[in-house]
């Protein structure tokens, strides 16, 4: 019996092996044809891939050649421009077309900003308060405005910590925290001003914005200059609104570059501004994204940056108002010891021929 069961396993597997050769014999022309189209296909593809490889090849030598443009990166108070523009690679692309890489600066404070501009390690501020660009120019910094990026008094705001300060008067001896010569620190004096008092009468204490957050939050001052998520945040949490920048500063934001930098690279600064242009358009034609991108990367929901997004002014264009403004912000500084040496505005903002 065990010798008949091998010689029916035998059997079968002759058979099989028949079967499958016969069945492969009588494929015909068809299935070679198909096979010769797979073979083509392939070598298609390949040969579009190696294109595509040679392509990026031929852009990243091209940025290589040419170097790379660095940009601030700064999301607060809410700018929306540029977490729209980082997430989307505007400036990567106008620029590439020139053969440049693009690369963001973590520097958000305006001193900082301003020394990097000075030193070439940042070719463009793209957000950067006018108060940080005039004291820049006081101290005889090589810095030209060559737009504007926002205005957004209602964003800029003092807190406290209960609402026990209702008045100018109600802040003398106490301990105020936030970033010093900024809008916010503009917003205090002016603030302090209309009660008749200066910062001498107040305990100004200079630390950034989620410091003086965490400052506020936890009592060891009693009051604090915020903005943007921070500030909404806070509001959200029960603090009190003292005052906002409304009728006290125009919170103006600009965009600025070093004067030999523009005459140097004057194709760079068009890509530039046009770039800056291709981004509010971006934003306008598809806000509901635009808002998707702010929330995700600001960690707000999409409710909060909508209801936030009206305090801002995203126009580029540097109208006579803003020129006005920063007027007003060069005596402001002056006055406050802020800058020595007064500064022309006019001679500030620079001018395409």
């Known amino acids: 019996m065990k010798k008949r069961v091998i010689s029916w396993m035998m059997a079968a597997a002759v058979a099989f092996t028949f079967l499958t050769g016969c069945q492969s014999q009588g494929k015909?022309?068809?299935?070679?044809?198909?096979g010769k189209e797979a073979s083509e296909s392939a070598e298609v593809l390949d040969e579009k891939a190696e294109a595509k490889e040679e392509s990026a090849s031929q852009k990243s030598d091209a940025a290589e050649d040419k170097g790379t443009i660095s940009v601030t990166y700064v999301k607060s108070p809410l700018n929306v421009p540029s977490i729209v523009e980082k997430d989307q690679e505007i400036f990567a692309e106008k620029f590439g077309e020139l053969g440049y890489g693009?690369?963001?600066s973590d520097l958000t404070t305006g001193p900082e900003q301003t020394q990097a501009l000075a030193s070439g390690d940042i070719q463009f501020l793209y957000a950067v308060g006018a108060t940080s660009v005039i004291l820049a120019a006081s101290n005889e910094a090589d810095i030209k405005i060559i737009s504007s990026y926002s205005r957004s008094p209602k964003a800029f705001k003092l807190f406290g910590k209960d609402d026990s300060i209702q008045s100018p008067e109600d802040l003398r001896g106490k301990k105020v925290a936030g970033p010093k010569g900024t809008i916010l620190h503009e917003l205090l004096v002016a603030?302090?001003?209309g009660g008749g008092m200066t910062e001498e009468d107040i305990e100004f204490v200079s630390m950034g914005i989620p410091d003086a957050q965490a400052a506020l939050a936890g009592?060891?001052?009693?009051?604090?200059?915020?903005?943007g998520p921070t500030a909404y945040n806070m509001e959200k949490d029960g603090f009190s609104v003292i005052t906002d920048g409304t009728g006290l500063t125009d919170a103006t934001i600009v965009v600025a570059a070093g004067g030999a930098y523009?005459?140097?690279h004057p194709d760079e600064v068009k890509a530039f501004l046009e770039a800056q242009k291709q981004v509010l358009d971006r934003?306008?034609?598809?806000?509901?994204?635009?808002?998707?991108?702010?929330?995700?990367?600001?960690?707000?929901?999409?409710?909060?940056?909508?209801?936030?997004?009206?305090?801002?002014?995203?126009d580029m264009t540097i109208r006579d108002s803003d020129i006005e403004a920063m007027k007003k912000t060069v005596v402001?500084?002056?006055?406050?010891?802020m800058i020595e040496n007064d500064v022309d505005i006019e001679a500030l903002i620079w001018k395409a021929e």
């Open 28 to 34: 015909g022309t068809g299935d070679v044809s198909a």
């Open 102 to 104: 693009v690369s963001y």
């Open 191 to 193: 603030y302090l001003a």
């Open 219 to 227: 009592g060891s001052v009693d009051a604090a200059l915020l903005a």
């Open 262 to 264: 523009i005459d140097s």
């Open 283 to 314: 934003i306008e034609a598809d806000e509901a994204q635009a808002m998707e991108i702010t929330a995700q990367e600001t960690g707000l929901t999409v409710e909060a940056v909508k209801e936030m997004v009206p305090m801002y002014d995203f």
């Open 332 to 337: 402001f500084m002056k006055d406050n010891g």
